[in-house]
């Protein structure tokens, strides 16, 4: 199987936008695992995605900002949100890459039900918050529903220099075109579009999180292999396309 090469940002591989929204202050941080301990996590007719022979869980909190479906303007209020996932990386066997989301704690109820219920993403309603001091960022979540309730997650990073060039490690874990989810008893492999990430290298300076291990993921005895930080992006989602 020909596996799709790693781009910073390609073309838009789909004609028709079905949803489209604003990623801000994203912050990501990155822990390498064994493909083998992921693999049982991933859909049906989807791998681990490795660099080097290893995968990756991902930490990502940021600021949803203005969803709206197809060419509309974003919904106001509910269109907004603060966001916290953890994800996966994953590849099918049409050799196209993608992330998995293990869960995505948001700000908001009504969003959080429609994802549950059209595309049975693990959408959950969290208490969030992002407060900046400077070039520090620290982002709070406490879940509320559904369970485990009351799981917390706390991280704060320093800001740094702009990326010129990103490592591979850097394009593998960010350069990600598409999700891939279980809905209604098939694997759906769900397209997006963006700008190149503007990345920045970041320190993390504190951290306390219970979501990993909540997503049924093992956990972290040591710090992130890669802490990065953006601004944000503009993205656009295509139709779902059935995997399997």
């Given at each position: 199987m020909d596996i799709e090469p790693i781009a910073a940002a390609p073309g838009q591989a789909f004609r028709r936008a079905a949803l489209r929204q604003r990623w801000r202050d994203a912050t990501f941080l990155h822990w390498a695992v064994p493909p083998k301990v992921v693999a049982p996590l991933l859909p049906a007719g989807t791998r681990p995605d490795t660099l080097d022979g290893v995968t990756y869980v991902g930490l990502i909190g940021f600021r949803m900002v203005g969803v709206g479906l197809g060419r509309g303007p974003g919904i106001p209020y509910l269109g907004s949100f603060w966001e916290t996932n953890v994800r996966l990386y994953s590849v099918d066997r049409t050799g196209r890459r993608a992330v998995v989301f293990r869960s995505l704690d948001a700000s908001r109820l009504i969003p959080v039900l429609v994802g549950r219920l059209s595309l049975r993403l693990p959408y959950l309603w969290s208490a969030m918050r992002l407060d900046r001091d400077g070039d520090r960022y620290t982002y709070r979540c406490r879940r509320r529903w559904p369970g485990p309730a009351g799981a917390t997650s706390r991280m704060t990073v320093r800001v740094g220099d702009p990326i010129d060039e990103p490592t591979p490690l850097e394009h593998?874990?960010?350069?990600?075109?598409?999700?891939?989810?279980?809905?209604?008893?098939?694997?759906?492999?769900?397209?997006?579009?963006?700008?190149?990430?503007?990345?920045?290298?970041?320190?993390?300076?504190?951290?306390?999180?219970?979501?990993?291990?909540?997503?049924g993921l093992p956990a972290q005895s040591g710090p992130p292999v890669s802490v990065l930080y953006s601004p944000g992006v503009p993205a656009v989602f295509g139709p779902p396309v059935v995997v399997r």
């Open positions: 593998f874990l960010t350069a990600r075109w598409a999700l891939h989810t279980s809905a209604y008893g098939r694997t759906l492999r769900l397209p997006n579009w963006h700008p190149r990430w503007p990345l920045h290298r970041a320190e993390l300076l504190h951290l306390d999180d219970e979501l990993v291990t909540a997503a």
